[in-house]
């Protein structure tokens, strides 16, 4: 079983052994989960299904790139609540801290 990053697993959830969670995925409470579940997917019931993403493709693509997990806190200070903008905030400093 392996878990990524900036996962959240419900109370009483049971992941099965081999299956794979994709960073930033949500496992709902009492699911059951048979089959690994995508990058940032929420998941429930038994077994469990995709209820639904987090965000758009294009938002999970930038935050799989960015992996803001591994960055230093310093870089996470003050981002703006909204994804798409903290995405924004983050590549700019990631651009700054390369020149």
Excluded at 15 to 30: C, K, Q, S
Excluded at 62 to 87: D, F, G, Q, R, S
Aim: contains cysteine.
């Amino acid at each position: 079983c392996n878990i990524g990053n900036d996962v959240w697993i419900g109370q009483n959830a049971v992941v099965l052994d081999g299956v794979n969670i994709g960073d930033g995925a949500v496992i709902g409470p009492n699911a059951t989960v048979t089959h690994d579940v995508p990058p940032y997917a929420i998941v429930g019931g038994s077994p469990a299904k995709i209820i639904k993403y987090r965000f758009s493709q294009d938002i999970i693509d930038k935050l799989l790139e960015i992996k803001w997990w591994n960055l230093p806190p310093e870089m996470l200070k003050n981002l703006p609540y909204k994804v798409e903008a903290a995405i924004a905030t983050l590549e700019q400093r990631l651009k700054n801290k390369k020149s």
